[in-house]
């Protein structure tokens, strides 16, 4: 076993998040649409009684937290709101002009961005546009991303109408001098009216996104956003490790990089809130997720149904998820593909009839497999090696694993891995012993000597 300035040290390098295997990195340009249609239809043949997923990306704000890694425009003119509602439900139409009868949407989840920056009236016509020509499945679910500034009750009570009953408010850090220094103004009473308006409104479940290893964040610092967080009862809390890749996000660099914690305070603020949470009774699911014990989520992890997908974890097991908007990923289970995350793009290839997909990937056999093994971990933290692959696993994964075991993060019994409760803050790096794309990449590098390469999308811890 290895003491934490050891393991934050090993591990404090770029993994991905894993929402999808293949990661994004690996994907290449779509070489056109027709083959992405196909295999929509295809899926959607096989599958339609178990519904849909749909993901909408809204990606404005009206100011810039410098932290942010999402894929956003910051604007105040909120004349471009009709604009981008016209691209939208043109994209839907040209996805239900593929089907055969309407589809039934099971899950619908809002994210951006920020959705709460478009007017309750917009958000309306938008979710109505949608509805019109599908039905709804009998467990629907309905979910959106909202600023804690700008979500007034007229937006909450539209949405409630419209059937979401699900809301995430980005929290990040409660304390004036972090909130000055990622540029993100918003007092612990914002927080709690959006909170408290939520709940008058009819949602059942409120999650607060935090994050942990932000610029002056220490121990008490952290103690005291999670404490005040609290107070408010979220039914869950999304713990992220900051992200800081400014060779990526440009905001990012205006981040002084010397008042960020060192990988083993990070380390040590992850642990300190983890045990605040687990104090307060919520239980940690998988990847940076914590949820009280009558959570739906929590009860999916208990009993092996949890999923993962391009929207973080969900109980819903629609087999195609289509995502709408900027940069919006989509995933038929065979193929993945993402939207253009140029607006001027999106617009133009929208208008000319074609879906927006700009990258994409079609999954292979040995795909499938080690995506299985990387869902199996971070949704039930096991996994039964299939040893019809035997030749990629001893050459790849075997030899990353036994190096887990003796940090102590996983257990290797015969053909079965466990993650270890120390493994839990490691859980993406478990993740990638599966990863053949990325460990291939990495031999490659080294092989080549050259240690430059940019790191996949990625995160600390
Ligand atoms: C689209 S944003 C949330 C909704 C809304 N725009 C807001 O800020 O309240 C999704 C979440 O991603 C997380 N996030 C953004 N950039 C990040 C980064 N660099 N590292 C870790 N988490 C990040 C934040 O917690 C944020 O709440
Ligand atoms: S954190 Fe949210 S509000 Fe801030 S820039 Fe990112 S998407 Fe916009």
Known sequence: MQTDTVLSAKYNIPVPRYTSYPTVPVWKDMPDSESWKAGI????KNDWQKGISLYIHLPFCESLCIY????????????????????????????????????????????????????????????EGILAKATLHPAYSFSAEGHPNNSTRAHLDALYRLGFRRISYGVQDLNPEVQQLIH?????????????EARSAGFSSVNFDLIYGLPAQDLDRLRYSIQQSLRLHPDRVAFYSYAHIPEVSCSQRLIDASLLPSPAQKLELYRHGRSLFMDAGYTDIGMDHFALPVDELYQAWQDGSLHRNFMGYTVQKSSILIGLGLSAISDTGHAFAQNTKSLREYYRTIASGEPAVRKGYFLKEEDKVFRKHILDIACKGHTTLDRAWETQLKEWTLPVLRSLEQDGLVRVDGNEVFLTAEGRPFLRHVC?????????????RLVGNNFCGRPAYASTL
């Open 184 to 196: 993100r103004i918003q007092p612990f009473e914002n927080v709690q009216k959006a909170t408290d």
């Open 68 to 127: 942010c890694g999402c894929t956003k425009r910051i604007t105040t003119n909120h004349a471009v709101e009709e604009e981008y509602i016209r691209a939208v439900l043109a994209e839907w139409q040209l996805y239900l002009d593929l089907m055969p009868h309407p589809p039934i949407i099971r899950e619908l989840h809002l994210g951006g961005g920020t959705p709460t920056f478009f007017s309750p009236g917009n958000l309306s016509r938008l979710i």
């Open 432 to 444: 990638k012993a599966f990863d053949l794309h990325l460990l291939r990449t990495e031999r490659a």
């Open 41 to 44: 239809l295809n899926q959607l």
